[in-house]
């Protein structure tokens, strides 16, 4: 008897833990939607990560295609980490949070970019520097807030 009422106790605890992992954003979801953030600079092109080459940084859960790039990620985190937390480049120019596509990107002094979608990254594309320049002052206000707050 004395077993099985241990046997219960381990098995929710570890359903606990289940579920707490599962709340913790940055353990259940990868940033950049599971792409390799270094082949944008090395490859040219964005290469999705996997599961075998995995760094957290700043509790965020980045993926490589390979060792190489895992490692140069955390030799300097800070050279690869996409702006603005990966959400869209135009969207934080207005003041928004929108989900950026890891497929819709550009990479500006040695900074990747993403957008939201072709069009809107069009439209980013007729002033660069002053909309990356409203987005930077932008990031200070809204970095902290939720996307829907705004």
């Known amino acids: 008897m004395k077993v099985r009422s241990l046997w219960i106790t381990v098995l929710a605890l570890f359903g606990l833990v289940n579920i707490a992992f599962a709340g913790d954003y940055a353990n259940s979801t990868p940033a950049v939607q599971g792409y390799d953030v270094v082949s944008y600079h090395t490859d040219k092109r964005p290469i999705r990560g996997n599961g075998h080459f995995v760094a957290v940084h700043d509790g965020i859960t980045y993926q490589f295609a390979n060792a190489e790039n895992k490692k140069a990620f955390t030799a300097n985190p800070e050279k690869y980490i996409p702006a603005y937390g990966g959400y869209c480049a135009f969207g934080v120019s207005v003041g ?12 500006v002094d ?5 957008n939201l979608d072709t069009r809107i990254q069009q439209d980013w594309a ?3 520097s ?5 987005a930077d002052k932008n990031w200070m206000k809204i970095q902290d807030k939720s996307p829907a707050s705004l």
């Open 96 to 107: 928004k949070k929108f989900i950026g596509d890891p497929e819709v990107w550009r990479i």
């Open 130 to 134: 002053g909309r990356i320049a409203k």
């Open 110 to 114: 040695g900074r990747l970019y993403l």
């Open 126 to 128: 007729k002033d660069i």
